[in-house]
Structures are given as structure tokens and as C-alpha cells.
């Protein structure tokens, strides 16, 4: 009983630390939605080519003899059937009675298939399907292949290109799965909504009562966020439900007057209230209630849910209180580089052995670099690194490298050191690309550097040199490490933040200027009333995507209708909607009216690509109905505040969202986006200047002017011309003081 009231203290304490605290009342008896309705566990079959699972070294030899495949199993599924179908090309100078490939499950030995010298067909393939355990199956798998390789029993060196195995690209894991019918748990959270085991893109439907209002529509985005900032690669997508029943994994949204009909006999609630149960028509489809008296205390619940999470239990939890969550400060979204002081790389890893390689041909050190899209680099050559790194002896005289790539480009390389694995440090630079003209496109050509408006990769590949001890022998690879030391820092503290804009380049593909604070509390998004499941799927679809970006909910995004009454100093804002959605609900001379003008503008201008006349107001509108399925992205300056943006997210129709989410979710098609407008079809994505550059930032009055006038050299001679001369009248002045004033003192002397 006294193990019992402390367990509890020490939950209501922590919770407290956090800023709320669960409710102790007894809950209502809701056991009839634990389980649903009984029926067959459902199995799903899955086909995972080896290249979908990241499979990228295929070759095997004497030395890299070893190649593995990594799959993950999620929480609520159990494997029923695995198969392994792969195939392989070997060499033809392999022995065959010595030779063979193994293949490890989990580290336990499936089967070895030999090698055939008898083949009178050079280069033939060998097609297998081998029969996996599926007991054996764990949360994280691997398969392991493995060649022992033999052209010479007399005279063996493994290092001879004589010996390889090639697996084939159309390799794949067949999996039968049957669903499990998880217990409703809080524990588990955000599973089995999201489940880090699966690296698929995160679906998740979000269902409400009715057509949402703007608190709904909040407490929606920030949820989305959130589940985005927890899938981060792998992309989350929300389909949007009206009143229907969940039959998968869901999110459902009500109130105590508001429920959808397979909820209306549930209880209601005093508090916000987050609950886990299963879906009445299908128990193995969990359902996360987020419940509140008002469509206010939705925000509540979410709130308190994406922040207090971990220290939840059982099957539902109550917020009895939210402590005021501080502003996120400017560039401090959790997945940057800090723009204040240098950074670790301890502070990128994702678990333990990230900064270690094993082997000679070790798996390389990889590192995610996402920055603040408006750091200014003019004229900057990179941005420094202090690399602290240590190896096993090397041979003397023989050359072990160390290269430094950047987005899979070499940028520098250093040789490795016999000193007995002391740490070295060195400094080096990371070049950048220049981001001065937003509109240049880079797809005919390759660049090496980082891309400040996207995520970049960093690798460290440690590669030792061979030790030759004969004409036909070597000796084996084995014990190799390399290890770049957390303590290795990237500092970008020194930079100034100033971009030109409007750059769509930096808002598809790092969200800016609206990621600038994580929480998004300087921004607002304005659409519909009355918008449509698909509008409301893009705007969740675009949050999300802001949180896989800045790894944070945006729970302070203001979301607001078509009012009169609408402020829009000192906010950046994201208009959702069709080209003429507003204009019925717009008064004359009102913030919004100029707002939608000034898209509208925009709008024609990419349709039209600047050749309209905008008197013809009543063409263009007839013109813009007649559009097919034709989606258009825009940036323009606030016209309430020359440091502000507007971003608008225009559909022609209903179905042309889905255009607008594909080209945010797409990698190919987000790096397709820039300049000032895209218009995007089912064709492609095509971009278009439709407004002029202004910049946004602060830099020295004299880096500015320099800046500026840079790529006008005339106009630069005559300034520094014009300054030469207003000095040297300066010191003339000064000079002539000077001397009627000795002058004077010689008079009175």
C-alpha cells in the first residue's frame, strides 16, 4: 500500500515539475469501448526490396566480405512469414569447393549455399528464396551476407580483384504480418501511432465531430507538428474525416456538444482530456480521444499531451494545469545548428556508436546538418569546423585517410597518425553554396557545399591502407576503428542572419521565414470557414511538415477565418485556399482586403506569367474557373510589415491540394521549388518571378552598403570615390583648425 501512494506522489511530482498534473477522481466505467468488437486479426503481406531498406553496397569481396539488410518490425504487428528472395552473380575464378556464401538472420546462421565452378555460363545468376524464423524476429532485424571467397588454395590474397559476389538490385524480404491488439495504454505513446520502428511514411487520419473551428483547427496543427517532428524523414501525411468511425490508427476530436456519432453515448469530460481506446467496429484500430468541455480546452489537451507524454499512464489522462510555456527564441528549433554558440557533434547523434567506424571498410560516420536558411555567407568560405578525431595504429609508411564529404561531395581529407590513438584535432571549412540569386536553379549541374535551406549530411569515412607481406598475401583486416570525438564542434555563431526574399526555396525545404521560431508564434495562417477536408489535410499536412524540420510542435500558430477584425502587424502569414475563396467574405479597405489583394495579384501573375491586365478584373476570375487541377505557390512581402512574409498555398479546385502536399512531401519535387512562384501540375513544377527581392535581417551598415552595391561596380567606384573625397575634405577641415588655432595662440603669445 505505501509502495503504491509513493509510486503515485512521485508521478503527480514530476508531472507538476513539468507544468500540469493528472486528475486522482475515479474515471467513469468506459469498458465497453476497451476492446470493440471481436473479430479475425487481419494479416498484411509486405514486399521490401533490399534498395527500399537502404541497401546501398551490393559487391562483396575478399576484404569487404559483408554486406547486411535492415528491416524493423512494428509494436502492434507480429511477423507470421518471412522470406528472403534475393539473387547473386559470382565470380568465375572462385573455387567452388571451398567457396560459398553464408546468410545470418539476427546473427544466427540460416543457410550457406555454395559456389558452383561447374557453371559453363559466365556471369550467371543465382536465384534464392530462403525461409527466415520469424520467431527470431526482433524490433530492429538484420540480414547478413557474408562470401568466403577462394581463387587459389596455394596462393591466397584477399585482396585480389579476383574475388567478389554481387547480390541483385531486385532483392527483397516478403513479410506476412498479423495485426496484435495492443492494450490502451498512454505508456506506449506515440505508439502505435506512430512507431519509430517504422521507417514508412507516417498516414495517421485525423477525424472530427464537424467542420472544425479555429481552436479545432490549433489543437489539429500542433498535433500534426508533433507527430512530424517524430517521423522527421520519414514524412506524415492526414487524411481528414468528417464524423466517421476509425477502422485504422486514428486521431479523433470532440467535445462534450460536438462528438461524432460512434462516440455519442460517451461520457463527458470536466477537463482536457487525452484517452487511448479501440475503434467499436475494428479492436486492433487504436483511437486517440482528445477530448475537452470546449473546443478551447482541444488546445489544452494537445498541449499538455505533446509535452507531457512520457509521464502518462494507464488509459486516459486529465490536465489539470499547463505552466506558461516560454517563447521559442529566434533559429533554437531543436534540429538546427545553434546560431549562438558552437555546437557539439555529441548534440547530433541519435544513438551510441553514430561517431564510430569499425572495419577496413567500415560503415562511414554520418551527421544531419540542418541550419537556419538566412545566415549571411557573402563572401565567406565556409563555415569552420573543429575536428577532433583518433584511430588504431596505422603502418608506418603506408597511407590511412580520413575524407570528409558533404551530401555524399568529397570535401577534405586527412591522413592518419600512428600515435597510438591519441586524439587529433585539426580545423577545416565546410563550403557553402551560394544562396545570393533564389531563383538560380541547380538541377543541370552538381555543386559542393551545404545547402543552408535543406538538410545536409556530413560523413567522416576512415579508410586503412593494406599491409602487403608477400606477392600473394596480406595481412587480414581486422581490428580497425576510427572515431570522431563528440567534443568536435561547428560554429556558426560569428554569422549574421540577412536573406533576400521571396525565396520558396527556403520555405518548401526549411519552412522559413515561419520556422525562425519553432513554436511559430510570429506567425499566423489565414483560411476558409468553411474549408474542405482536403484544404484541412494540407494545412495539417504543412504543419507536420514544419515539425520534421524543426523537431517542434508548433502549438502557437494562430489560425484565423476571414474577419474585418483581423491584425497582421509584426506576423508572418500562410494563406490557404482557392484564387477567389475569399472574396465574398472580405469588407472594403479592411487588413484582409488588402492581404488578398495583394495575393491575388501574385496569383495572376503566375497564371498569366506577368502578361494580364489587371484592370480586366472579370476575365481573369472566368479564366481562373476554367483552370484544371493546377496548384501555385507564392511569396510576397507582408504588405503590413516590410520585415514580414506572406506565403500563399493556392488550388484552383478541390482536388488540386493533394498537387500542393505531394510537392512538400516529395524530396524531388520540394528541391524543384523556388524563386518567387511555382506552379505545379501534373506535369512538374515550373517557377516564375511574379513579385521583386527584398531582404530581411540585419548585418553592419558597412557590410551592407558593400553588399548591395557589389555587383555594380561603377556605381561602387564612384561611391568609393565620393567617400575618398568626403574624407579627405574632413582631415582638410581638420588640418585647417588645427592651424588657426596654433595660429591664434601664437598672436596672444
Known sequence: MMKSLLTLLLAVGALSLSGWAMSAEPLPDKSIFDDGYPESAPVESLTLSFEQLGLSKFKLDGVSSNTRVEFTNRLDRLGKKLTLNFSYTYSPSLIGRVSHLKIFFNENLVTVLPIDDKNTVLGSVAEHSVALNPKLIKDFNQVRFELIGYYDLVCQDDYSKTIWAEIGKSSHISIERQSLALESLLEYFPAPFFDSRDYTKLTLPFIFSSQPDE??????????????????????????????????????????????????????????????????????????????????????????????YKVMTGRSATVDAIASLPLRKAYDAPLWVRSDRAVSFDEFIEYPTQLQS?????????????????????????????????????????????????????????????????????????????????SQ??????????????NNQLTYDFNFAVVKTGECSAIPAGGEFGAIDGSSTIDVSKFHHYIALPNLRAFASGGFPFTKYADLHQSTLVMEANSSTNAISLLLNFTGHLGAITGYPAHRLSIQFPSSQLDFADKDIVIIGKPDSFLSSVAENSSLSVLIDNNQRIVDQA?????????????????????????????????????????SLIATNDNAYSLLTDALLDNAKTSQIMGSSAIINNQGIKTIKTDDQYFVGHVPIHTLIWFHFSDQPLLLAILSILTLLLISFMLWRLLMLLTKKRLSEGDKA
Open 215 to 308: 481552436p479545432t483547427l490549433e489543437a489539429a496543427a500542433a498535433l500534426s507538428s508533433f507527430f512530424g517532428a517524430q517521423a522527421k524523414w520519414r514524412k506524415a501525411q492526414f487524411p481528414v474525416h468528417i464524423n466517421s468511425t476509425p477502422t485504422e490508427h486514428s486521431v479523433v476530436f470532440a467535445t462534450n456538444d460536438n462528438k461524432p456519432d460512434f462516440l455519442l453515448n460517451y461520457p463527458d469530460v470536466d477537463k482536457p482530456t487525452i484517452e487511448i481506446i479501440s475503434s467499436p467496429t475494428h479492436r486492433y484500430a487504436k483511437v486517440l480521444l482528445v477530448l475537452g468541455k470546449n473546443t478551447e480546452q482541444l488546445k489544452e489537451a494537445v498541449v499538455g499531451l505533446v509535452f507531457g
Open 358 to 438: 569499425q572495419g577496413f571498410r567500415g560503415q562511414p560516420v554520418r551527421l544531419d546538418l540542418r541550419f537556419a536558411p538566412d545566415l549571411f555567407t557573402w563572401r565567406e568560405n565556409g563555415i569552420p569546423i573543429t575536428l577532433n578525431y583518433r584511430n588504431t595504429p596505422v603502418e608506418h609508411g603506408m597511407l590511412s585517410r580520413l575524407n570528409m564529404l558533404i551530401n555524399g561531395k568529397f570535401v577534405d581529407g586527412f591522413i592518419l597518425e600512428n600515435d597510438h590513438g591519441k586524439t587529433i584535432t585539426t580545423q577545416t571549412l565546410l563550403p557553402l553554396l551560394s544562396d545570393i540569386n533564389p
Open 441 to 454: 536553379s541547380r538541377q543541370d549541374f552538381e555543386l559542393t557545399g551545404l545547402d543552408l535551406t535543406t
Open 607 to 647: 497564371i498569366y506569367n506577368g502578361a494580364y491586365d489587371s484592370t480586366d478584373a472579370e476575365k481573369i476570375k472566368v479564366n481562373i474557373r476554367s483552370l484544371g487541377r493546377l496548384a501555385i505557390i507564392s511569396g510576397f512581402q507582408s504588405p503590413f510589415d516590410s520585415d514580414r512574409s506572406v506565403v
